[in-house]
């Protein structure tokens, strides 16, 4: 076994390690959709590499990521500098599931000189990655207004204010280990109240977050769920329907999008609380 063949194959074995450990995708089982990189070391300094996909263990069946679409290969070939490592990213695209494939990596001398090659197998799966949301807990679907001093209520006759309810709502990720994202949108049925906020975005282990300039939220990937608190204006006399969408998921590192878009809106009712014109006496 030549040198470059000895130093490689460990870095690969460890790659096909852990795959049973989360439920994520990984470079040797990537979900379709997710970018993973691939890479080779201790690789002779000089040497030319090429990365390229074959359908067969043997070498046979060179695929062409143009024509199956099912795969890209980023900045496929190179030539190995100091450090001795060649990698590249790839995309893992919709279809992929349906096939076994092996990954190479061919190594060649300068000036034509002779080559060596390694291969890893690839087993791509459907996408799992979801992020949904839900109420708390997942049946508590209706509510009565809050009138409590705490959320801004005020009975006193001369200074009345119905104040507001506060609801919380959980955004949960299903498979995955990474840093996860996604844009909250809330909104209200009669639209006539524009009293309605996100008061706050809590992870325990993410603290509170904040938002970027597109309204994105990033959780730290040791979170699987955040608390999504948000307060709406109390509106006497109306029945108030709060939803709660969540938009474009993502998980880092793999850029994996969300996988099930039929769980990213949660509902919830407030009922109606009557109208009380005023109390005067006589």
């Given amino acids: 076994m030549t040198q470059f063949e000895h130093i490689i194959i460990p870095v690969l074995l460890l790659l096909a390690l852990g795959q049973a450990a989360n439920a994520q995708s990984t470079a040797r089982q990537p979900y379709e959709g997710a970018l993973h990189t691939y890479t080779c070391n201790g690789i002779s300094v000089g040497a030319g590499y090429d990365f390229y996909i074959t359908a067969n263990a043997d070498g046979s069946g060179r695929l062409d990521d143009g024509l199956t679409g099912e795969f890209d290969i980023i900045n496929a070939k190179g030539i190995v500098v100091d450090d001795g490592l060649a990698s590249t ?82 955004v949960r990720r ?25 008061v706050s975005i809590v992870g325990v282990n993410s603290g509170r977050l904040v938002a970027d300039a597109n309204s994105l939220y990033t959780v730290n990937g040791t979170d699987k769920e955040v608390t999504v608190t948000v307060a709406v204006k109390n509106v006497p006399g109306a029945m108030q329907d709060v939803k709660l969408l969540i938009k474009n998921q993502i998980e880092s590192n793999t850029n994996l999008p969300d996988s099930n878009s039929a769980n990213d809106t949660v509902n919830h009712r407030i009922e109606v609380m009557p109208i009380i014109e005023g109390l005067n006496g006589v």
């Fill in 89 to 170: 990213p790839i995309q893992w695209n919709t279809g992929a599931s349906a096939h076994q494939y092996y990954v190479w990596l061919e190594a060649t001398a300068p000036q034509g000189g002779c080559s060596n090659r390694i291969n890893i197998q690839i087993s791509p799966q459907i996408n799992r990655f979801d992020l949904l949301s839900e109420n708390i807990p997942v049946d508590n679907t209706t509510s009565c207004p809050a009138v409590a001093s705490t959320d801004g209520f005020n009975p006193l006759a001369s200074a009345y204010d119905a104040g507001s309810t506060t609801l919380k709502f959980i």
């Fill in 174 to 198: 299903i498979n995955g280990t990474y840093n996860w994202s996604f844009v909250p949108v809330l909104s209200v049925d009669p639209s006539l109240n524009t009293g309605v906020s996100i």
